[in-house]
């Protein structure tokens, strides 16, 4: 299994990105998939999750109502849609699959697979 990032950039505070993570290797329709990110000097946090078929998220307080997940698994695809930015939301945003389909986790150690994350920056 391989996860592509991509879609990350420099932006200016308010505005909004679309991060994007294609699976290869396996159907994305077997993998529970999660966003993170990592700040510099900071640890790596939960952002968003999602299951299997789409039907139930899980968002972090820190972005909740600002930011959403969503996964087309024909596309073998799982975005992130990021509105309003702040400052605070520059990181290394990774994506992650998780091996139970319904999982929500938030814990990093419980996901097997890893992209290579996808840097956004905002500026103010």
């Known amino acids: 299994v391989q996860l592509q990032a991509s879609g990350g950039g420099l932006v200016q505070a308010l505005a909004s990105l679309r991060v994007s993570c294609a699976m290869s290797?396996?159907?994305?329709?077997?993998?529970?998939m999660g966003w993170f990110r990592q700040a510099p000097g900071k640890e790596r946090e939960f952002v968003a999750a999602?299951?299997?078929?789409?039907?139930?998220?899980s968002i972090a307080d820190s972005v909740k109502g600002r930011f959403s997940i969503s996964r087309d698994n024909a596309k073998n695809t799982v975005y992130l849609q990021m509105n309003s930015l702040k400052t605070e939301d520059t990181a290394v945003y990774y994506c992650?699959?998780?091996?139970?389909?319904?999982?929500?986790?938030?814990?990093?150690?419980?996901?097997?697979?890893w992209g290579q994350g996808t840097e956004v920056t905002v500026s103010s």
């Open positions: 992650a699959a998780h091996e139970h389909p319904y999982s929500r986790s938030s814990s990093p150690s419980e996901y097997t697979y």
């Open positions: 290797g396996r159907p994305l329709s077997s993998y529970a």
């Open positions: 999602v299951v299997w078929s789409g039907t139930m998220t």
